[in-house]
């Protein structure tokens, strides 16, 4: 295990060395249009948490606090319309998460098939795998809201029901001529 922590330090170090290909000037990049990057102050609360760190807390929290009922909508994009609303006790979860590591090999240094290694870090949540991209965020009453968006549709998940016009639920019956 010390093997191994000597090789990601070494690995690490020489990400460090690395160069790029933009132009350095400063310590900070610079754009071809001779904008450069630059930095801001950040402030923390009492907690000593920023605000983006407070939000990820209270999602996490919000999203696996036992019995919590949420709210589905499945919307439209082109007509703006809910097509599929439903309650979901819990969570909605990507079908990309998963309970293990997704990829294993032997550890560096050992003989025995039972000694494993992954790339892989459980998540702050206790799953491996991605999850689809989406925006979260608490409105001012405290409600949890996420929002997807993808191909023809919206996915809106929220922890209090939304005032919608109408919902509609789209049902073909296939007719053998």
Sequence with gaps: MRNLGIVMLAWCAGLGLCGCDEQQSGGGQTAKTGVRETTATINVGADGLT???RNVRKRLEADNKPGSIKHLYVISA????VIIYSTVDGKVTSGGKRL?????APAWGY???AQWYSPEVVQDDGTF???AEYLFWFDSKGNYHQHYVSGGQIVHVSDQPLSVKSVIINIETGTTP
């Design 129 to 131: 795998g991605s999850s």
């Design 51 to 53: 605000v983006e760190q």
């Design 111 to 113: 003989q025995t098939s």
């Design 78 to 81: 082109y007509s703006g319309q």
């Design 100 to 104: 293990t590591a997704g990829s294993r």
